[in-house]
């Protein structure tokens, strides 16, 4: 069984393969002061009796503090060589990036799963701590894309940098005009973000390829997708999938 981890700024995804199948899935918060051993317990609670059936481990993270952390879990805990995730791996795309080195691994894996399960050309759009839109065109090159605040981002910043704003839990709301305080703020941070993105996927169908399908992923992409004036696939499990794939791609 393959074990495949996405390490994020806000949560980990953690998932359990038997071939293309996903057995178990788990979202965890990330803790940068969480060690090697703390993590394996919670890996050990995790996966019960399925710790021992594990026999490969792959791995994408955007928090390079505990890239040697994760690492180090799997060679001294699984007894296994995980495979980092990084642009000099074997992929299914042309990386066009100017510096692939930035390219984040989430970017990488998502884009690598969307062209294999739905072919380019494709937006791919990421709801997470940050917002990420990616671009592939139809030969598969990868060309980068756009990084967003995401919406919890610009609900903290908003909080931090007025003397009165209070902090506010993220909501879909009902209408645009809100007759309060707090749900000025919930309908200005939920609107500011899914005006931005269809603006962006206007232009990038106006721009490039007007074909490209649009598919959504990330720990947040239910909140907005009903709202995206396009139609689009909605994968929840894309970046786990993508870490299946380049794992395969890769492994032996």
Same mark, same amino acid.
């Given at each position: 069984?393959?074990?495949?981890?996405d390490?994020g700024?806000?949560?980990?995804? #953690?998932? #359990?393969? $038997?071939?293309?199948?996903?057995?178990?899935?788990?979202?965890?918060?990330?803790?940068l002061?969480?060690?090697?051993?703390?993590y394996f317990i919670?890996?050990?609670?995790?996966?019960?009796d399925?710790?021992? $059936?594990i026999d490969?481990?792959?791995?994408?993270s955007? &928090?390079?503090?505990?890239d040697?952390?994760?690492?180090?879990i799997?060679l001294k805990k699984?007894?296994?060589?995980p495979?980092i995730v990084n642009?000099?791996l074997?992929l299914?795309?042309?990386?066009r990036?100017?510096?692939?080195?930035?390219?984040?691994? @989430?970017?990488i894996?998502n884009?690598?799963a969307a062209?294999?399960?739905?072919k380019?050309?494709l937006?791919?759009?990421?709801?997470g701590t940050?917002?990420?839109?990616?671009?592939?065109d139809k030969?598969?090159?990868y060309?980068? %894309?756009?990084?967003?605040? %995401?919406?919890?981002?610009l609900?903290?910043?908003?909080?931090?940098w007025?003397?009165?704003?209070? $902090? &506010?839990?993220?909501?879909?709301?009902d209408?645009?005009?809100?007759?309060n305080?707090?749900?000025?703020?919930q309908?200005?941070?939920?609107y500011?973000?899914?005006?931005?993105?269809?603006? =962006?996927?206007d232009?990038?169908?106006?721009?490039?390829?007007?074909s490209?399908k =649009?598919?959504l992923?990330?720990?947040l992409a239910?909140l907005? $997708?009903? @709202?995206?004036?396009?139609?689009?696939?909605?994968?929840?499990d894309l970046t786990?999938?993508g #870490?299946n794939?380049?794992?395969?791609?890769?492994k032996?």
């Open positions: 069984m393959l074990f495949a981890i390490i700024n806000t949560n980990i995804v #953690l998932g #359990l393969f $038997k071939g293309d199948n996903i057995l178990k899935k788990w979202r965890i918060a990330t803790d002061r969480k060690t090697a051993d703390e919670i890996f050990e609670n995790l996966l019960k399925l710790l021992e $059936k490969s481990a792959i791995f994408s955007v &928090v390079p503090e505990l040697f952390v994760f690492n180090d799997f699984f007894n296994l060589k495979i642009y000099n074997k299914n795309i042309k990386l990036y100017r510096n692939p080195a930035e390219i984040g691994a @989430d970017r894996v884009a690598v062209s294999e399960i739905y380019p050309p937006i791919i759009i990421d709801f940050a917002n990420t839109v990616c671009f592939v030969d598969y090159n060309y980068g %894309g756009l990084i967003l605040p %995401g919406i919890n981002i609900r903290d910043t908003l909080h931090r007025t003397a009165k704003l209070p $902090k &506010v839990s993220v909501i879909k709301p209408s645009i005009i809100a007759d305080t707090v749900g000025a703020i309908n200005g941070i939920y500011q973000t899914v005006g931005g993105i269809n603006y =962006i996927i232009l990038i169908l106006k721009n490039y390829e007007k490209s =649009i598919i992923t990330g720990g239910n907005f $997708k009903d @709202d995206i004036d396009y139609d689009v696939i909605f994968d929840p786990l999938k #870490l794939i380049i794992y395969k791609l890769n032996g």
